[in-house]
């Protein structure tokens, strides 16, 4: 079966930085596109950026100029670079692989990581 684990979450003071890793594994031939969702309590689910098989990359606003997304396609790997944190990043991360096609699907299939929580304290 696909299984996306994320690592790299923690509690970190105001100013401060994370790297959260997400590796994709199960016998994966190509993903189109990876990407970071966070959701903080008591609100919904947002896009934090999202980066293609080519590298294109978009962001939500709030995290431009401070996240960077990157990936290494031959790993299934994501990353989320986290610099100038502010509580209000304070929220559960999840990962994301979209348009995945492996082994074990007759299809394209869409697969979240279980989430890692990241904590800003000011």
């Known amino acids: 079966q696909v299984q996306l684990v994320e690592s790299g979450g923690g509690l970190v003071q105001a100013g401060g930085s994370l790297r959260l890793s997400c590796a994709a594994s199960?016998?994966?031939?190509?993903?189109?596109?990876m990407a970071w969702y966070r959701q903080a309590p008591g609100k919904q689910r947002e896009l934090v950026a999202a980066i293609t098989s080519g590298g294109s990359t978009n962001y939500a606003d709030s995290v431009k100029g401070r996240f960077t997304i990157s990936r290494d396609n031959a790993k299934n790997t994501v990353y989320l670079q986290m610099n100038s944190l502010k509580p209000e990043d304070t929220a559960v991360y999840y990962c994301?692989?979209?348009?995945?096609?492996?082994?074990?699907?007759?299809?394209?299939?869409?697969?979240w990581g279980q989430g890692t929580l990241v904590t800003v304290s000011s």
């Open positions: 994301n692989a979209d348009g995945l096609r492996s082994k074990w699907y007759s299809e394209d299939v869409e697969v």
């Open positions: 199960g016998s994966i031939f190509r993903i189109n596109a």
